[in-house]
């Protein structure tokens, strides 16, 4: 079992940064590959990032690609999603999931554990 809590979400405006935290406690943290999803209100769930263990190969959704960032440090159990260049279109709330193996997918539910979710609301 791997228990996820996700920070750093909040207003800002469009053209602004954020940086989302995901912080990974229970099993062995490093042997997951971590993805980040949001999900709009009246949407489904979607992909933006993710990251297998070593941190060598990441993988971005079109619409977040050269704007967000997606890396991890084993030693503190965390994964970040640094957001540049936020735009009022990325207003959702941000999810981060664990994979138990180390091939990326692009799906829901290909994940087996999720956090609760951080807002992040981006005004024009």
């Known amino acids: 079992q791997v228990q996820l809590v996700e920070s750093g979400g909040g207003l800002v405006q469009a053209g602004g940064s954020l940086r989302l935290s995901c912080a990974a406690s229970?099993?062995?943290?490093?042997?997951?590959?971590m993805g980040w999803f949001r999900q709009a209100p009246g949407k489904e769930r979607e992909f933006v990032s993710a990251?297998?263990?070593?941190?060598?190969?990441?993988y971005y959704a079109d619409s977040v690609k050269g704007r967000f960032n997606i890396s991890r440090d084993n030693a503190k159990n965390t994964v970040y999603l640094q957001m540049n260049s936020l735009k009022p279109e990325d207003t959702a709330v941000y999810y981060c999931?664990?994979?138990?193996?180390?091939?990326?997918?692009?799906?829901?539910?290909?994940?087996?554990?999720w956090g609760q979710g951080t807002q992040v609301t981006v005004s024009s």
């Open positions: 999931a664990a994979r138990g193996t180390q091939v990326i997918v692009t799906t829901t539910r290909g994940y087996d554990f």
């Open positions: 229970g099993r062995t943290f490093s042997s997951y590959a």
């Open positions: 990251i297998t263990w070593s941190g060598g190969t990441l």
